[in-house]
């Protein structure tokens, strides 16, 4: 008969352990915000709070589908450019071929979706590593989107106006389109992630692919799938930049999918794959803002100080990552 001590070791970690990452995450956002909110007054607000998702809604909606692509141990550095492609992609669309807004959409949402799933393809059937593919895939969005117009498209169109000037009232707050957005695909990430079988498959080809193969789950499916998915978060966040500026331009998003990286690695998911929250991402791109908002009510210091601080915090949860993993 087991002890209870065997007992608990057979059932795994404690849910503490298990989300220590997730936890410390949480109490850096926590002490962040209240930091800010004690030296610049107004700070402490649901506006603020609220502005926090909105102007950072397409790297949210990036990080989502990063979020995934990292669950399966792979990277994806080809969601700036894809941003940038889409969002003069639209903007041509639209303004130069007269195109409805929504088939507009539609065409550069299936673009991403189908660039993810041929970058997923190379790199299951030829075993190529998803950093050089997803680069090759970065350079060729990229010049697309130049190909198509060096210079930025403003978008003038009835719906465009009508969306970006949308705000949902709850409560005395009033949440705009793009926080809209930005929970939306949040609430389908966590869905996803955790509640689905794609989900799970895709821990256990990050925790350990051959362990998976040998359990039956269809690897090469959910790896081209997880990149088709994150192509398509990619295109959207480019839609939801094209709301949110009112124009398209080539050089968008430039830099962005380390942006994206950096703030699923800060928000607990193992860069290494198999482990990680959906939760935790959001709070990664909650930080990356309250950095970014402390600097604009400070007024006197460099945009760059957030890199900085980004950074540190990044090379910590690397840190943090490496001791997890040896005492695992």
Request: charged share 10%; aromatic share 10%.
């Amino acid at each position: 008969m087991k002890s209870a001590a065997t007992a608990r070791r057979d059932a795994g970690p404690p849910i503490f352990k298990r989300q220590l990452p997730l936890f410390v995450t949480a109490g850096i956002f926590v002490a962040l915000f209240l930091t800010a909110a004690h030296f610049y007054e107004g700070f402490f607000s649901a506006r603020v709070f609220i502005s926090l998702l909105s102007e950072n809604a397409f790297l949210g909606i990036a990080a989502v589908g990063m979020t995934l692509v990292i669950f399966s141990g792979g990277i994806d550095l080809s969601v700036g450019a894809v941003i940038g492609f889409t969002s003069i992609c639209t903007a041509t669309l639209i303004e130069k071929h007269q195109l409805a807004p929504e088939l507009a959409w539609t065409l550069a949402l299936a673009a991403g979706a189908g660039l993810g799933a041929g970058m997923g393809s190379l790199i299951h059937f030829f075993r190529l590593p998803p950093f050089l593919i997803t680069l090759a895939g970065m350079f060729l969005a990229r010049g697309a989107g130049f190909w198509i117009s060096t210079d930025s498209i403003g978008i003038n169109h009835a719906l465009y106006g009508k969306i970006s000037a949308y705000e949902w009232l709850f409560g005395t707050a009033a949440i705009p389109a793009g926080a809209l957005f930005l929970i939306t695909v949040l609430l389908a990430g966590y869905a996803v992630a955790h509640h689905t079988r794609f989900g799970r498959t895709l821990l256990a080809i990050g925790g350990n692919e051959q362990s998976a193969l040998l359990m039956g789950l269809p690897i090469g499916p959910a790896k081209i799938s997880v990149y088709a998915v994150n192509g398509f978060c990619a295109a959207l966040a480019g839609i939801v930049a094209t709301l949110y500026t009112g124009s398209g331009n080539p050089g968008m998003g430039l830099g962005l999918e380390l942006d994206a990286i950096a703030s699923v690695v800060i928000g607990g998911t193992l860069l290494t794959g198999g482990r990680g929250h959906m939760l935790g991402t959001l709070l990664g791109v909650l930080i990356f803002g309250t950095i970014q908002a402390a600097i604009l009510f400070d007024g006197r210091l460099s945009s760059w100080w957030m890199r900085i601080v980004v950074g540190a915090l990044l090379l910590v949860f690397i840190l943090l990552q490496r001791f997890f993993l040896r005492r695992k």
